[in-house]
């Protein structure tokens, strides 16, 4: 079973609890060793609200502000234990636990016995978090190896699988196992696996040029439970046929989709769709580029024909004076639109002036090109 203090303060959305509802079960050491008649505190915007706990260890806060930004704190014998700060959801409610240490029980396992053969799981505390970015996702895994056995333990199959596709940068973080390791899609765990988890975080990037993108992932021990966050920007959404339940949450001014979902196993592939990420609409890039290419042909073609008149020719710079610093404007407008800069609703406006501006420019050079010279006429 997963260490019950490595889930300690970690706050679950459910929708078997009433809508605006924390629930805060106090335990010491183990699932079955629940802490009664114990006060537990909630602050609620710079307020504390406090309920002792019942028979099964729970205290029950009800109608929150929803939105409200709140978080659990309870004091046993003397050890002060906090949740993580959290939003209270407008529909379903909230589950955690405050997990006390039990300081009368010696250590359960004997890491330094001889290793054996035998089975490891990814602990359901294991998550699947993902944040969308400009044209590109950052994907993180964040796995709790379980040993349960008293010994180390070798697996029957190895310990390794391959990022999704289209994954680049693959790493280790810094405060996973020394046993893992990563190189290029691959990443390794190698054993023997001690008693107890060993904790590995990967990270790497996708690219989604389309705004949508289909992670398939295929772990090679069995998950226990399915959970993944991902930061939402802008109408981001995520939609998998493993999810059972999710919902939006905020959390320090940003809001993320929290999803659970049941038990996949070893080999079996876990499917995340998301759609609606940012992305760059391609049309201004190619606009600006065709306005480069046109630009070019013209003065290829005035530079192939005499100009005899100097009236003209002066009047032919003005225009290409005119028409070059409304192209340099048409190129800022569009660098500054593609960074978020400006007005978007004048964006609109000025584009099509200077766009209606350039066409009767290259009107007017491209009758001055063809418009017979004196010596034309004369012949």
């Known amino acids: 079973m997963p260490d019950p203090k490595q889930m300690s303060g970690i706050p679950r959305p459910v929708t078997d609890l009433p809508d605006r509802t924390v629930s805060v079960r106090l335990i010491r050491g183990d699932l079955s060793n629940n802490i009664t008649n114990f006060p537990v505190e909630l602050q609620v915007g710079g307020k504390a609200r406090t309920v002792n706990t019942d028979a099964s260890g729970r205290a029950l806060f009800g109608d929150l502000p929803a939105g409200s930004t709140v978080k659990a704190v309870a004091v046993v014998d003397g050890e002060r234990l906090e949740s993580q700060e959290f939003a209270v959801p407008g529909r379903g409610g909230v589950r955690l636990m405050l997990v006390a240490t039990d300081t009368s029980k010696a ?22 978090i993902i944040e969308p970015g400009d044209e590109a996702l950052q994907l993180y895994y964040v796995l709790e190896i379980q040993n349960t056995a008293r010994a180390p333990v070798n697996p029957t199959t190895a310990f390794a699988f391959d990022m999704p596709a289209g994954a680049v940068g693959t790493s280790v973080l810094e405060g996973s196992s020394r046993l893992a390791s990563a190189k290029g899609r691959r990443v390794t765990v190698q054993g023997p696996f001690p008693p107890g988890r060993t904790l590995v975080q990967i990270a790497c990037e996708i690219a989604t040029p389309t705004g949508s993108a289909t ?71 190619w606009i600006a580029l065709a306005l480069a290419a046109l630009i070019v042909a013209v003065a290829t073609r005035a530079g192939m024909r005499p100009q005899d008149r100097q009236a003209r020719d002066s009047e032919r710079k003005r225009l290409i004076a005119k028409r070059d610093r409304l192209f340099a404007d048409l190129v800022r407008l569009e660098a500054d639109h593609r960074a978020g800069r400006g007005d978007p609703a004048r964006y609109g406006v000025r584009r099509e002036t200077l766009m209606s501006a350039l066409e009767q420019i290259y009107a007017a050079l491209d009758t001055e090109d063809t418009s017979p010279g004196p010596a034309e006429r004369a012949a």
């Open 107 to 128: 250590p359960a396992t004997t890491p330094n016995a001889p290793p054996i053969s035998g089975q490891v799981t990814i602990g359901g505390q294991s998550r699947v």
């Open 215 to 285: 992670i398939e992932q295929r772990f090679p021990a069995p998950l226990e439970q399915l959970s993944v966050i991902v930061k939402k920007v802008g109408d981001t959404k995520l939609s998998s046929p493993q999810i059972r339940n999710q919902q939006e949450m905020t959390a320090q001014d940003e809001r993320f989709i929290a999803a659970v979902g049941g038990t996949i196993a070893a080999g079996q592939p876990l499917t995340l769709t998301l759609e609606e990420i940012p992305h760059h609409n391609p049309a201004p890039r």
